[in-house]
């Protein structure tokens, strides 16, 4: 902006002052309302409780749900039950939707990290589907559904100033992601890469799908290490930061104006400092 306003200048005959005022503006038309971004949370969070209540039920009679090793038994000849297949469809169509709206949606910091994520997840389920590894993939899906339902609460519940419900969902959520996706899931990747040897002959498509379950399994570790940066400062100076995922000041959304824990009246220095992730 500043390199371009001696051009502006020239071209609209105003002065420096009504340019940079003239932008203000007009960044502050494109950003979106706080009604925009709540209804945006609303529905990823009723997705979310849905579909983690949904896997639990499809899950709950499947024996690889209460030991994993049934995931390898009798491979490749496993059945596929109905209700797994509406589980996995619908699943893999809202990864979709996250993948196309991801463009049009509040533009984010960690959009590439996301981005990344959400293919990784769809290559993840489309080849746990041609390979027939739906029971493994099953359970990867019912693990990453829990901690998105707080997590999308907590933001619902700071825009609407609830701001002590805020921060206990945050706080459960910051548990909900520790035990989910650096314990649960682990042991899943712990299955897949040392029990499954040992129970079936491996093929090439089985090290492509679990070198994709290393590659979330990473991007989860930076993710909590971004989170608990959050937790750790929140706690030294007394408020929980920003929004985990606040918008990059330089795209569609301020930052300061999507914060999600952090309480109102202190945006300033406190923003600037927060951490962005998932």
């Known amino acids: 902006?500043?390199?371009n306003v001696p051009s502006l200048k020239k071209q609209t005959d105003m002065s420096e002052?009504?340019?940079q005022r003239?932008?203000?503006l007009r960044r502050a038309g494109d950003r979106p309302t706080t009604l925009v971004k709540f209804?945006?949370?609303?529905?990823r969070c009723i997705y979310y409780t849905y579909s983690f209540i949904f896997g639990i039920i499809v899950l709950w009679d499947k024996p690889w749900f209460w030991d994993i090793k049934?995931?390898?038994?009798?491979?490749?000849?496993?059945?596929?039950?109905s209700d797994i297949w509406w589980y996995?469809?619908?699943?893999?169509?809202?990864?979709?939707?996250l993948t196309v709206t991801q463009f049009i949606d509040v533009k984010r910091k960690d959009f590439w990290q996301m981005f990344v994520h959400h293919m990784v997840t769809l290559l993840l389920m489309s080849l746990s589907w041609v390979c027939n590894l739906h029971r493994v993939g099953s359970l990867v899906l019912v693990a990453h559904d829990c901690a998105d339902i707080f997590l999308e609460a907590a933001k619902l519940t700071k825009y609407a100033k609830y701001q002590k419900l805020c921060d206990f969902i945050f706080a459960v959520f910051t548990i909900v992601w520790i035990v989910t996706r650096l314990g649960f899931y682990p042991r899943i990747i712990y299955s897949s890469s040392v029990e499954a040897p040992q129970i079936l002959p491996m093929f090439p498509a089985y090290y492509i799908f679990?070198?994709?379950?290393?590659?979330l399994l990473l991007l989860h570790i930076v993710w909590t290490y971004l989170i608990l940066q959050i937790v750790v400062d929140s706690l030294q100076?007394?408020?929980?930061?920003?929004?985990?995922?606040?918008?990059?000041?330089?795209?569609?959304?301020?930052?300061?104006?999507?914060?999600?824990?952090?309480?109102?009246?202190?945006?300033?220095e406190q923003t600037k400092k927060s951490k962005d992730c998932i």
């Open 237 to 268: 100076k007394g408020l929980m930061s920003g929004d985990i995922r606040s918008s990059d000041s330089d795209d569609v959304s301020d930052s300061s104006e999507s914060a999600l824990i952090l309480p109102n009246g202190n945006h300033g």
């Open 39 to 43: 209804c945006e949370n609303t529905w």
């Open 70 to 81: 049934h995931c390898w038994y009798g491979y490749p000849h496993q059945s596929i039950s």
């Open 88 to 97: 996995y469809m619908i699943s893999m169509s809202f990864y979709w939707s």
């Open 1 to 3: 902006m500043h390199r």
């Open 22 to 24: 003239w932008w203000r």
């Open 210 to 215: 679990n070198t994709l379950l290393i590659l």
């Open 17 to 19: 002052r009504q340019i």
